[in-house]
């Protein structure tokens, strides 16, 4: 421990981020960082727990509990207290191939469980994992390490998220020769196109692929595996083959006048923003533009969120985010969302915070929802119609949305975004390789296992889980590492 009393000592602080009016005016970060003695302070909370459960990742009530990884938090907490910043980079590889995405984009499930967090605030464990990775690479400590010897196996990766890099990762570490295939014109999966700019530049990204493909990787882009790279080719050419498409398939809604010009989803605006703005910075044209429009997002997560940030800096005329969800409490309900659930309590994002300090208020609406869009004489979005809501649990414990009588309202509206979430992943490749899918359309593969109905095919992150985090990506693809080292190999020292 680092001081046994530095959770009563200290208090809880994050660095200020950058002023919401000033920081909607361009895409670059928004966080702002402490300085080292700031870290340490922050790092002395940390109680070193006799069971830490910020580094045992759990699935609970349909959220997680904890870090997916494993991070060895209260150990690198420790080793930041005492100055010893390069050893606290060495703990955090051993469980993250890459926490300068983690410590960017993570809602950090690590603090909902932190056990300071029972009688106080959690300990600031992202931001700490962030200041150790960007320290490492300022420092030049993090530097290519291409094993010293190789199997003579190869291994191709079929999508190159945060699933498909910690996979490749791993297994180019195992000494197999790995080829990562890339249907996008850059690497990075949703880390590059899907993410904002603003939440993870992407030159952390870049500064990443770079440092694998100078370890032995080979990545390919323009490379739809079941498209215009025949899948026979894979099966053919290689040992083994790790799926890591994500679950890409948006769900879309069925609301009349769904077809009007002026109604996208969120992907499609998200992404043609994020690669316009990578190719061209904006110059090309090649986006949708919510320059001076009223716009609406349908959808409360953090796709939804995402949206707003982005149609600020377009310089929107009016931003509203619609959720089903009730607006949660100020504080953690102790009964229904105990620790060390994820606290379901009210906090504004940083878009939220945006439209807030540019609007007045926060721009969610809770408990809504959309019955249809409304356009012009020539196809044209103008206004929705929307109803209140409330939830109820049947006697089955399904999840009833009851509309309330007398809160029907219009919305005025020139570009909505749908971000209702995602079905599952694309069904082309899976349907190539003859792949058996579970209920919910994803790849069947069990967790742990990631082998697939196919032999020498395995399955890892979305594409196997559905949507989920970054985090989760990262442990399926590690694991799923370990599982093709095994099948290749018969044993495996990968952890």
Same mark, same amino acid.
């Given at each position: 421990?680092?001081?046994?009393?530095?959770? /009563?000592?200290?208090?809880?602080?994050? #660095?200020?981020?950058?002023? $919401?009016?000033?920081?909607?005016?361009?895409?670059?970060?928004?966080?702002?960082? !402490?300085?080292?003695?700031?870290?340490?302070?922050?790092?002395?909370?940390? /109680?070193?727990?006799?069971?830490?459960?910020?580094?045992?990742?759990? =699935?609970?009530?349909?959220?997680?509990?904890?870090?997916?990884?494993?991070?060895?938090?209260? &150990?690198?907490?420790?080793?930041?207290?005492?100055?010893?910043?390069?050893?606290?980079?060495? %703990?955090?590889?051993?469980?993250?191939?890459?926490?300068?995405?983690?410590?960017?984009?993570?809602?950090?499930?690590? =603090?909902?469980?932190?056990?300071?967090?029972?009688?106080?605030?959690?300990?600031?464990?992202?931001?700490?994992?962030?200041?150790?990775?960007?320290?490492?690479?300022?420092?030049?400590?993090?530097? $290519?390490?291409?094993?010293?010897?190789?199997?003579?196996?190869?291994?191709?990766? +079929?999508?190159?998220?945060?699933?498909?890099?910690?996979?490749?990762?791993?297994?180019?570490? @195992?000494?197999?020769?790995?080829?990562?295939?890339?249907?996008?014109?850059?690497?990075?999966?949703?880390?590059?196109?899907?993410?904002?700019? /603003?939440?993870?530049?992407?030159?952390?990204?870049?500064?990443?692929?770079?440092?694998?493909?100078?370890?032995?990787?080979?990545?390919?882009?323009?490379?739809?595996?079941?498209?215009?790279?025949?899948?026979?080719?894979?099966?053919?050419?290689?040992?083994?083959? +790790?799926?890591?498409?994500?679950?890409?398939?948006?769900?879309?809604?069925?609301?009349?006048?769904?077809?009007?010009?002026?109604?996208?989803?969120?992907?499609?605006?998200?992404?043609?923003?994020?690669?316009?703005?990578?190719?061209?910075?904006?110059?090309?044209?090649?986006?949708?533009?919510?320059?001076?429009?009223?716009?609406?997002?349908?959808?409360?997560?953090?796709?939804?969120?995402?949206?707003?940030?982005?149609?600020?800096?377009?310089?929107?005329?009016?931003?509203?985010? !619609?959720?089903?969800?009730?607006?949660?409490?100020?504080?953690?309900?102790?009964?229904?969302? $105990?620790?060390?659930?994820?606290?379901?309590?009210?906090?504004?994002?940083?878009?939220?915070?945006?439209?807030? @300090?540019?609007?007045?208020?926060?721009?969610?609406?809770?408990?809504?929802?959309?019955?249809?869009?409304?356009?012009?004489?020539?196809?044209?979005?103008? &206004?929705?119609?929307?109803? *209140?809501? &409330?939830?109820?649990?049947?006697?089955?414990?399904?999840?009833?949305?009851?509309?309330?009588?007398?809160?029907?309202?219009?919305? $005025?509206?020139?570009?909505?975004?749908?971000?209702?979430?995602? =079905?599952?992943?694309?069904?082309?490749?899976?349907?190539?390789?003859?792949?058996? *899918?579970?209920?919910?359309?994803?790849?069947? @593969?069990?967790?742990?296992?990631?082998?697939?109905?196919? &032999?020498?095919?395995?399955?890892?992150?979305?594409? %196997?889980?559905? *949507?989920?985090?970054? +985090?989760?990506?990262?442990?399926?693809?590690?694991? @799923?590492?370990?599982?093709?080292?095994?099948?290749?190999?018969?044993?495996? /020292?990968? #952890?």
């Amino acid at each position: 421990m680092s001081t046994p009393t530095g959770f /009563m000592d200290y208090k809880r602080e994050l #660095p200020a981020d950058r002023d $919401p009016l000033e920081r909607i005016k361009d895409w670059n970060e928004f966080h702002k960082h !402490f300085n080292e003695d700031q870290l340490r302070t922050q790092g002395a909370r940390c /109680m070193d727990c006799g069971t830490p459960y910020c580094h045992t990742g759990i =699935e609970m009530t349909g959220g997680t509990s904890g870090c997916p990884v494993n991070n060895l938090i209260p &150990e690198w907490n420790n080793l930041i207290y005492r100055g010893l910043w390069r050893e606290a980079l060495d %703990r955090l590889h051993k469980t993250n191939n890459f926490p300068e995405f983690t410590g960017r984009v993570c809602p950090a499930p690590c =603090e909902g469980s932190c056990t300071v967090g029972l009688i106080g605030d959690a300990v600031t464990i992202k931001t700490i994992e962030s200041a150790i990775i960007d320290k490492g690479f300022e420092e030049g400590w993090v530097v $290519p390490q291409p094993p010293l010897m190789r199997t003579g196996k190869k291994v191709a990766v +079929v999508g190159s998220g945060p699933a498909g890099l910690a996979a490749a990762a791993q297994l180019n570490k @195992a000494g197999h020769t790995v080829t990562v295939y890339e249907r996008a014109d850059r690497i990075g999966g949703l880390l590059t196109y899907g993410i904002p700019t /603003m939440k993870l530049e992407k030159h952390v990204v870049q500064r990443r692929v770079d440092l694998l493909e100078a370890e032995g990787i080979t990545f390919v882009t323009n490379a739809e595996v079941g498209t215009n790279v025949p899948a026979e080719q894979l099966m053919n050419e290689f040992d083994a083959v +790790v799926l890591c498409g994500g679950a890409t398939k948006a769900r879309d809604v069925e609301i009349e006048g769904r077809d009007l010009k002026g109604v996208h989803m969120a992907m499609d605006y998200l992404n043609g923003t994020i690669k316009s703005y990578l190719d061209s910075n904006l110059t090309d044209g090649n986006y949708i533009n919510a320059e001076g429009k009223d716009v609406i997002v349908i959808g409360g997560g953090d796709t939804g969120t995402d949206c707003v940030a982005t149609a600020l800096r377009h310089g929107c005329k009016s931003i509203t985010q !619609f959720g089903t969800h009730a607006k949660a409490p100020l504080k953690r309900d102790n009964d229904k969302n $105990p620790w060390p659930q994820f606290p379901n309590v009210y906090t504004l994002d940083y878009a939220q915070e945006e439209a807030r @300090a540019l609007y007045g208020e926060d721009p969610r609406a809770f408990s809504v929802l959309t019955k249809k869009f409304v356009g012009d004489s020539e196809g044209n979005l103008k &206004e929705l119609h929307t109803v *209140q809501i &409330e939830r109820t649990v049947d006697e089955t414990g399904r999840k009833v949305y009851k509309e309330i009588p007398g809160t029907e309202k219009v919305w $005025p509206a020139d570009l909505v975004m749908i971000a209702v979430g995602f =079905e599952g992943p694309e069904n082309t490749l899976i349907q190539k390789l003859g792949l058996e *899918q579970d209920r919910r359309s994803n790849v069947k @593969a069990a967790y742990g296992k990631y082998q697939t109905s196919v &032999e020498k095919v395995f399955a890892a992150g979305d594409m %196997r889980r559905g *949507q989920s985090l970054v +985090v989760w990506a990262i442990n399926e693809g590690r694991e @799923a590492a370990r599982e093709v080292d095994r099948y290749l190999m018969g044993t495996s /020292m990968l #952890p």
